[in-house]
């Protein structure tokens, strides 16, 4: 098992900046890719950003240009930097974990979920 607590979400006007952490307890994290999703009230979850045990990197389109994933093996923890943050950025963020790596990063493919963290951007 592979436990995950997500922070660093809130408030914040349009144009600003939030990073997120998603810390990891449990099971080898560095054995782990890690990814972040986001989903809006009435809408599905979207997949944003992955990162392999291998540190390849992979966005949606959507927000490749404005977020960034990273990772600290050492201290089981992976980041999602959100920059130039726009109202229809508003949604609960959730971290997960997969075992596995590949293009695909549907909800299926994840394996662990964090409880998310609200994010909420003003106009």
């Known amino acids: 098992q592979v436990q995950l607590v997500e922070s660093g979400g809130g408030w914040v006007q349009a144009g600003g900046s939030l990073r997120l952490s998603c810390e990891a307890s449990?099971?080898?994290?560095?054995?782990?890719?890690m990814g972040w999703f986001r989903q809006a009230p009435g809408k599905e979850r979207e997949f944003l950003a992955a990162i392999s045990w291998f540190y390849v990197e992979y966005y949606s389109d959507s927000v490749k240009d404005r977020f960034a994933i990273s990772r600290d093996d050492a201290k089981n923890t992976v980041y999602l930097k959100m920059n130039g943050l726009k109202p229809e950025d508003t949604a609960v963020y959730y971290c997960?974990?997969?075992?596995?790596?590949?293009?695909?990063?549907?909800?299926?493919?994840?394996?662990?979920w964090g409880q998310g963290t609200q994010v909420t951007v003003s106009s």
């Open positions: 997960a974990a997969r075992s596995t790596w590949s293009r695909r990063h549907s909800v299926a493919e994840y394996d662990y």
């Open positions: 449990g099971r080898t994290f560095s054995r782990y890719a």
